[in-house]
């Protein structure tokens, strides 16, 4: 069966240093994937999704990149984190489009700038 | 930009009630789905129904759809106290293959 893992759960970084937060999934091959941002008390915003390997499309501009280093690695990426920066970050996969199937979540990593 | 609209932003209720929250949006659509997330936890996909599709079932779920209206809505029958989560509801995006549009949630908290 397919598994996700998202690590780490929880992060306290100071203000201007880096970021990496590591996804991958097993049990399928070529999935897409999906780096979400949730906000306390709201829904989910896109940040990046990939259809392959080294394919990022960026869906909102900001002070976060996305690396697709294998098929089933996804890492999210910063050189100097901001205090907006802090919040609920969630992987996400997918076979196939979302406007036909639907999306496997990880645990999530909650981050936060001090 | 926010397309799926959860109401009521919080409920709360007694175990053993049935529990319903609606969900409306903007444009066209393809599909919908549901999905629970425990405080603090990532995302559990419910249920996704098809633009074609007026209701669909899984367990002591229940979704309907309305293209009409533009609105669906999502049953818990028998509530449990374990179901108590936020859900949301999330619809496929026009212009993107691979984005969802997501509502805010409902909180729903099960009183034992």
């Known amino acids: 069966s397919q598994t996700i893992h998202q690590w780490p759960a929880t992060l306290v970084q100071p203000v201007g240093s880096p970021l990496s937060l590591e996804c991958t999934v097993e049990g399928t091959s070529n999935p897409n994937l999906y780096w979400y941002r949730q906000a306390a008390g709201r829904g989910l915003q896109l940040l990046f999704y990939?259809?392959?390997?080294?394919?990022i499309s960026s869906e909102v501009p900001q002070n976060l990149s996305a690396s697709r280093p294998q098929d089933r690695q996804f890492i999210l990426s910063s050189k100097k984190l901001l205090l907006s920066d802090s919040g609920f970050y969630l992987c996400?996969?997918?076979?196939?489009?979302?406007?036909?199937?639907?999306?496997?979540f990880g645990q999530g990593t909650r981050l936060t700038v001090v | 930009s926010q397309q799926g609209e959860e109401d009521p932003q919080a409920l709360s209720i007694q175990e053993g009630e049935n529990a319903t929250m609606n969900c409306s949006y903007k444009?066209?659509?393809?599909?919908l789905q549901w999905y629970r997330q425990n405080s603090g936890r990532g995302l559990v996909h419910l249920i996704l129904?098809?633009?074609n599709e007026r209701e669909k079932h899984s367990g002591r779920l229940r979704v309907t759809l309305d293209t009409s209206k533009k609105s669906s809505s999502l049953l818990i029958t028998a509530s449990r106290a374990a179901d108590t989560a936020s859900y949301f509801c999330a619809t496929d995006a026009r212009n993107s293959n691979y984005q969802l549009i997501w509502g805010a949630g409902t909180k729903l908290i099960i009183k034992p």
């Open positions: 996400a996969w997918s076979v196939g489009a979302l406007r036909d199937t639907e999306a496997f």
């Open positions: 129904i098809r633009s």
């Open positions: 990939s259809v392959g390997i080294g394919q």
């Open positions: 444009t066209s659509i393809n599909n």
